[in-house]
C-alpha cells in the first residue's frame, strides 16, 4: 500500500509524482508531475468522469517502475453506493511513460459516460518550478488519438507525443471520450507519453509508434530480478533489517541511468529534486555498496573521470584534477543560467574519488580498472595540495568563486548556514571543515598504496604517505578543542575555531585521521543527548546557536552521516556505540517501509514513537540506500584483507540473528554471521 497523498514511480531519471488519485494538478511549488533530463514533461494530468474527480480507495506499489490505483468517482461519501469504479495502472521505463485506464460498469443498465484526460505541460524546469516565465515558445499540434505538445528556444528543441489507443476528440489540452459501457463490463485505452529533446549538436529524433505492450516493464522486472540476484542473500530474525535491506537494494537499482558514452550506468541521487549525477552522493553511495554490488563502481568512476576537471573556469569553478559535483540537464544548466553543466563546487569530491578507487580494488581486486584511470586518480592527488590548498598551509580549504550562482559551503553540508560557530555566527571568506582534512589524509595513504602495488612507483607513494602523517600531526594540534573534547566544525580564515559542536567529527573516525587517544572523546560526544536522539546522530549538537531539529543541516538526522559514523566508531574498536547507532536507524527504517529518506528531524526519540518525515527530504535516496548497506557491513565487522574477508561481528542489542551470505569479493565468495548478545 502506497501513501494516498504522493505517488511516484521512476526508471533512473525519468520519473513521476502525483497525488493519491494519480492526477497531477499545476503546481509552481510542488515537483509534481512527469521529470525526465531535469525538466516536467507533464504539468497537468487530471481525469474527470461526468465532470466529477476520483476519490481514491487504495494504490498498490507494484514496482518501483510500475503503480495501480483503484478509485471512484466522486466526494468520499458516494462511494459506499458506487456504481463506477476505475483502474488507473502507470508504468515507466526505456523512455516512455504509459497509462492504462480501466472503467468499470456495475450497473444492471448501460451506462453512458463522459470520460475527460486533462493535459498540459509547462516544461519547467525542476530547479526553477517558480520559474514560469518561459523564454522560449510553446505550441500545440491535435491530431487523430494523439496530442503533441513543443517547446523551443534557440536550438533547444522539448517536445512531448501523448497518444491513446482509443478512439476520442482531442483538443489543446487534453482528451475526451464519450462512452457507453454494456452492464458488467469494461471500457479501455492505454495512454502512452513519450518525452524528447534536441540540443543545438542533435539531430531530429522520430518518436516511436505506440507500443502499448509495454515491453520497457517487462525488461524491467527482468533487470531487477537479475540485480537483487546478484547481491549477498541475507537471512535475520529482524523483519526491519530485512526489509530496509531488501529496499535498499531496489532502490539502488531504479536510482541507475546511463550516464556515459559507453552505455555505463550511473546513479541519480534522489527523487524527487537530485535526479541527475551529483559526484558526492555518487561517490559515497558506491563507498557503502561496494561490498554488496561492486558493479555499480565502475560506470561511476568512468563518468567522474570522464568530466574531471582540466582548465580553470571560474563560472563551473573547474579546475585541472577536479571532481565535478552537479551536471544537471535542464534548460537553465544548458543555457548558464545556474551553474550546473557541469559545476564543480566541491571540495570533498576530489579525494573521494580517490578513496573509491582503492576501495573498490580493495574489495574486488580489479588491477584493469585502476591501471585505466592511474591518470585521472593522480590527477585527483595533485589538485588536494596544488588547488585544494588555498592558504598554503597543507589544508583541503574552500571559496566561492562564482559569486552568482556558485554554493557557499562546498561541502556536504552545502546549504548557506550549514556551517557555522557555536554562538551561531557564519563564518566569511575562505573556510574549511574537519572532514575535508579527513577525506585528504585517507585519499593520500590509499593513493600511496595504489602508487605502490597498482602504479609501480614507490618513490611516489613514499611522498603521499609522509605527506599523510605530516597531515594528520597538524590537523590533531590545529583542530582539536582540548577543553570541550571534540574536534572543531573547521576553521575560518584567520585560522580561528569554527567551534560548533557537529556530526562532522564522526567522519573523521571513517578516514582515520583522528588520534586514538581523542577517538574515545570524540565517541562520547556524539553519543550523548545534544547530539544522539535516539533514532540517530543529529548533524549539530542541541543547544547550539543554528540547532534546529528540522534544520537541513543543523540539527536533522542523516543516515548516510550515521553510517560513516557507525564505521568509523568500529574502526577505532568502539563497537557498543556503533552497534546503538545501527540499531537506532534500523528502528527508523522500520517506520519508513524500509526506504530511509535523505533526512528526517532530530526530535529526541522521547517526545516522539517515530521518527518525524521532512517533506522536503528525498525519498528514495542514494546514499540512504546506501547507509543500510554500510551498517550491515559494519556490524558485522566485515572487512577486506588482502585475499580474505574478516568478519568480526557486533550486532545491536536484541537483533538477533544475521546470516549474508554469498559475500562477493577478489576471494571468490563468502558468508558472513552474527548474533546479538
Known amino acids: 500500500m502506497k501513501d494516498l497523498d504522493r505517488a511516484s514511480i521512476l526508471d533512473g531519471n525519468m520519473f513521476m509524482v502525483s497525488d493519491g488519485r494519480g492526477d497531477i494538478l499545476p503546481s509552481t511549488d510542488s515537483p509534481s508531475g512527469l521529470f525526465n533530463d531535469d525538466t516536467r514533461y507533464l504539468s497537468t494530468w487530471d481525469l474527470t468522469i461526468d465532470g466529477q474527480r476520483m476519490h481514491a480507495l487504495s494504490v498498490d506499489d507494484l514496482h518501483y517502475y510500475e503503480l495501480r490505483f483503484f478509485l471512484v468517482p466522486g466526494e468520499p461519501t458516494h462511494y459506499v453506493d458506487a456504481d463506477i469504479s476505475v483502474i488507473r495502472q502507470r508504468s515507466v521505463g526505456g523512455g516512455v511513460f504509459l497509462e492504462q485506464l480501466t472503467v468499470l460498469n456495475h450497473r444492471n443498465v448501460d451506462a453512458e459516460l463522459r470520460i475527460r484526460l486533462d493535459m498540459g505541460t509547462d516544461f519547467a524546469d525542476i530547479t526553477a518550478l517558480a520559474d514560469v516565465r518561459k523564454k522560449g515558445k510553446t505550441s500545440t499540434t491535435v491530431e487523430q488519438r494523439t496530442l503533441r505538445l513543443l517547446y523551443q528556444r534557440e536550438n533547444l528543441r522539448r517536445e512531448v507525443v501523448i497518444t491513446s489507443s482509443a478512439d476520442g476528440v482531442v483538443d489543446d489540452h487534453g482528451m475526451t ?112 555498496a561496494v561490498p554488496f554490488v561492486p558493479q555499480l563502481v565502475p560506470g561511476v568512476l568512468h563518468t567522474l573521470a570522464d568530466l574531471q576537471g582540466t582548465r580553470f573556469d571560474d563560472f563551473a569553478e573547474e579546475e585541472p ?92 553540508k552545502n546549504t548557506p548556514d550549514g556551517i557555522s560557530y557555536g554562538d551561531g555566527r557564519l563564518p566569511a571568506g575562505p573556510r574549511t571543515t574537519c572532514e575535508l582534512q579527513g577525506y585528504a589524509y585517507d585519499a593520500k595513504r590509499r593513493g ?184 550491515l557491513r559494519t556490524v558485522l565487522g566485515l572487512e577486506p584483507k588482502g585475499e580474505h574477508a574478516i568478519v568480526r561481528p557486533h550486532l545491536p542489542a536484541g537483533i538477533g540473528r544475521i546470516e549474508l551470505l554469498d559475500i562477493p569479493g577478489r576471494w571468490g565468495f563468502v558468508d558472513a554471521f552474527g548474533r546479538s548478545r
Open 177 to 288: 471520450f464519450d462512452v457507453r459501457i454494456a452492464p458488467h463490463e469494461a471500457w479501455h485505452t492505454t495512454f502512452q507519453l513519450i518525452p524528447w529533446t534536441r540540443g543545438a549538436q542533435g539531430r531530429d529524433i522520430r518518436v516511436a509508434a505506440p507500443v502499448y505492450d509495454a515491453p520497457a516493464k517487462v525488461e524491467l522486472g527482468r533487470v531487477l530480478a537479475d540485480w537483487l540476484a546478484s547481491a549477498p542473500t541475507l537471512s535475520c530474525d529482524s523483519a526491519a533489517l530485512d526489509e530496509a535491506y531488501r529496499r535498499s537494494l531496489i532502490d539502488l537499482e531504479s536510482l541507475r541511468f546511463v550516464g556515459n558514452s559507453r552505455g555505463e550506468l550511473v546513479l541519480g541521487a534522489g527523487l524527487p529534486w537530485l535526479m541527475s549525477i551529483f559526484g558526492r552522493d555518487s561517490l559515497i553511495t558506491c563507498l557503502q
Open 321 to 412: 584534477g577536479k571532481i565535478l559535483q552537479t551536471f544537471r540537464l535542464g534548460e537553465r544548466a544548458g543555457f548558464a543560467e545556474v551553474a550546473a553543466c557541469p559545476y564543480y563546487g566541491a571540495a570533498d569530491t576530489t579525494p573521494l574519488f580517490v578513496v573509491l578507487l582503492d576501495e573498490y580494488r580493495r574489495w574486488t581486486g580489479d588491477d584493469d580498472l585502476l591501471h585505466e584511470l592511474e591518470f585521472h586518480g593522480r590527477n585527483a592527488l595533485a589538485w588536494i595540495d596544488e588547488h585544494g590548498d588555498l592558504m598554503g598551509d597543507g589544508y583541503l580549504w574552500f571559496t566561492r568563486r562564482n559569486e552568482r550562482f556558485g554554493i557557499e559551503n562546498q561541502c556536504w
Open 448 to 631: 600511496a598504496r595504489l602508487a605502490r602495488e597498482v602504479w609501480n612507483d614507490p618513490a611516489y607513494a613514499d611522498r603521499l604517505e609522509r605527506s599523510a602523517e605530516e597531515l594528520k600531526q597538524r590537523f590533531n594540534q590545529d583542530f582539536w578543542i582540548a577543553d570541550r573534547g571534540y574536534y572543531a566544525l573547521g576553521i575560518d580564515a584567520d585560522h580561528a575555531h569554527i567551534d560548533a559542536c557537529a556530526s562532522n567529527m564522526g567522519h573523521l573516525l571513517w578516514s582515520g585521521i583522528a588520534d586514538h587517544d581523542k577517538a574515545r572523546q570524540v565517541a562520547e560526544r556524539l553519543m550523548d543527548r545534544r547530539m544522539f536522539s535516539g533514532w540517530g546522530v543529529r548533524t549539530l549538537a542541541e543547544g547550539e546557536g543554528r540547532y534546529s531539529p528540522v534544520g537541513f543541516h543543523t540539527g536533522t538526522i542523516w543516515p548516510f552521516d550515521n553510517s560513516l559514523i557507525a564505521l568509523g566508531l568500529r574502526r577505532y574498536g568502539l563497537d557498543d556505540e556503533a552497534a546503538r547507532i545501527a540499531g537506532a536507524m534500523i528502528d527508523a527504517a522500520r517506520f519508513f517501509g524500509g526506504q530511509l529518506p535523505g533526512a528526517f528531524a532530530g526530535y529526541d526519540r522521547a517526545l516522539t514513537k517515530y521518527p518525524v518525515r521532512l517533506p522536503a527530504a528525498c525519498s528514495p535516496h542514494s546514499w540512504s540506500a546506501g547507509a543500510t548497506l554500510m551498517l
